[in-house]
């Protein structure tokens, strides 16, 4: 009996990864507004902004290969395919996105979960909206015929990457961000209450005026934002190619207006720099603030609000890995040698209350009693690393004067390795780090107090239609809050767009980690 169960399940496996081909894909990157008002705009260090090309969206005319599956169906989202190349597996070089290969990797394929083929957990989080094709509110219906007409919006170059969530005093703002290209109007929105509840249309942020093309005062392309606990919407624009620089702006969520703007200058930037992710850090009661930025060709950008001062830190382990850079999602491979990615801060220790954070589940910084040092968890997209730094490495300027990198053996990477890619990643108060698996379609959570390895990392939700490619991910408010985007569809051009494309789905944290050995009120942390 036992040999028929191998003999039918090694066939199975033969059959789907001939079922499908791979496809090929570059990488891709995917009125006048308000005055600010409480601070001045300020100019980075050294002079001005020169031209840097950065990634830029490349077409589907110019992908190469056969497409890997009908754009019309998605029904095989769960079935393995072969990976051209390496990459994908856990720990290097396996040809089976589920790695391992035999029938573990079958059995992983074809209904198990991440270890070793056992049982499907119900995923807890639930969509709270989600979208076929992406769709603005328009001051008038004339207005938005005439940027159809015009190509000013078409849907088909629109895909939303970062999602953000603001609650006070009954007010709620979710915030979507869409890299702006030819077609997409508006790069960052809110949902409104226009339009199928369940898919409402995108209100511009903070209104039209501020999304005006090859208007440098304007918001320019953004890939993701922040909120602080201090009611600021920390904006990383990524600039544009022609003649804006890359941006950080700063709005107060309750009036929604423009607090400061700083400039990156060109000397923090190397050719085709593209900043992408921001994370905040906040002291002294939020008189002191730094952020954290991700480069995506591989570096970090440390911003100082206090000062209005920046500076690049570089090192090897925000660079993709090659081995690394194919990537198999619900069937359809892609290529896509991104490095530094995703990034999340361990939370501040206070004294005698360990695990009480900001209503937005960050914690205040710089109180008394609350050490001063954090960890900033990072990893490159093509990479199946995950690395720390300690953020007073990261805030001393000096370390990184001239180009050079005084404290290179600070940056640390785990022994232990991600079985695949991740992308998006967040972590909760009490320094549970969650993160999103591209090729696994699942969502893991890990105790930051325990070592990282994989008998400590566990899946708290799994769904393979629903979780193909996480690219933003936040803990708010006791939710995890995610957005995926099936952007190996987008970016190979084998969109469907008469089925849902893009999510934002949350669950409270306490449903997702219950029972596992990220949840400290149990005894399973080992």
Not at 10 to 26: C, D, G, M, W, Y
Not at 119 to 138: C, N
Not at 150 to 155: D, E, H, L, M, Q
Not at 194 to 212: C, F, N, Q, V
Request: proline share 5%; net charge neutral.
């Amino acid at each position: 009996m036992r040999t028929s169960v191998l003999v039918l399940l090694a066939l199975l496996a033969s059959s789907l990864a001939a079922e499908h081909s791979t496809t090929s894909a570059t990488s891709t990157t995917p009125g006048t507004p308000a005055t600010a008002t409480d601070e001045a705009v300020e100019l980075g260090d050294r002079g001005s902004y020169h031209h840097h090309h950065h990634h830029q969206q490349q077409q589907p005319s110019t992908y190469h290969g056969a497409s890997s599956e009908s754009s019309s169906s998605s029904s095989s989202s769960s079935s393995s395919s072969k990976v051209y190349g390496s990459g994908g597996g856990f720990g290097g070089g396996h040809n089976n996105h589920y790695g391992g290969g035999g029938v573990g990797a079958v059995v992983d394929a074809v209904g198990g979960f991440l270890h070793g083929g056992g049982q499907h957990k119900a995923s807890p989080l639930r969509m709270e909206y989600g979208w076929k094709r992406m769709d603005f509110v328009y001051p008038s219906h004339q207005e938005r015929i005439d940027a159809t007409r015009t190509g000013n919006y078409n849907y088909t170059k629109i895909i939303p990457l970062d999602v953000d969530v603001w609650e006070k005093a009954g007010r709620k703002k979710v915030f979507v961000t869409m890299p702006k290209d030819t077609g997409v109007p508006a790069t960052l929105g809110t949902v409104s209450a226009e339009g199928d509840p369940h898919a409402p249309l995108i209100k511009p942020y903070p209104d039209w005026s501020w999304h005006r093309r090859g208007d440098c005062r304007s918001i320019s392309s953004v890939y993701r934002v922040a909120i602080d606990d201090y009611d600021r919407l920390w904006v990383l624009d990524r600039g544009d190619d022609a003649q804006c620089p890359p941006k950080l702006m700063t709005f107060d969520l309750n009036n929604d207006r423009l607090l400061s703007k700083y400039e990156f200058a060109s000397n923090l930037l190397v050719n085709r720099s593209n900043l992408i992710t921001p994370v905040v850090d906040v002291r002294d009661n939020g008189r002191n603030t730094f952020v954290y930025i991700a480069d995506v060709i591989g570096g970090i950008i440390v911003y100082d609000h206090q000062s209005k001062s920046a500076w690049r830190v570089n090192h090897r382990l925000t660079l993709p890995e090659p081995a690394y850079s194919t990537h198999t999602i619900a069937g359809t491979t892609f290529y896509l040698a991104d490095g530094m990615f995703g990034m999340a801060l361990s939370p501040l220790r206070c004294e005698g209350a360990p695990h009480q954070g900001g209503h937005l589940g960050s914690y205040h910084g710089g109180q008394h009693g609350c050490e001063e040092d954090r960890t900033l968890y990072f990893h490159a997209l093509a990479s199946v690393s995950e690395n720390h730094v300690k953020t007073s490495v990261l805030r001393n300027r000096e370390n990184f004067s001239r180009g050079r990198n005084k404290a290179e053996s600070q940056f640390k990477s785990f022994e232990h390795k991600r079985r695949s890619q991740s992308a998006a990643e967040a972590m909760s108060p009490e320094g549970v780090l969650f993160s999103g698996l591209l090729p696994d379609l699942a969502v893991t959570c890990w105790n930051s107090e325990q070592p990282f390895a994989g008998w400590n990392i566990e899946p708290v939700a799994r769904d393979p239609e629903a979780l193909q490619f996480t690219s933003g991910m936040k803990v708010r408010y006791g939710r995890l809050w995610v957005m995926s985007c099936r952007y190996q569809r987008f970016a190979t051009g084998t969109m469907n767009w008469n089925e849902v494309n893009y999510r934002v789905q949350s669950a409270r944290l306490e449903d997702l980690i219950r029972g596992t050995k990220c949840d400290s009120k149990t005894n399973n942390v080992g």
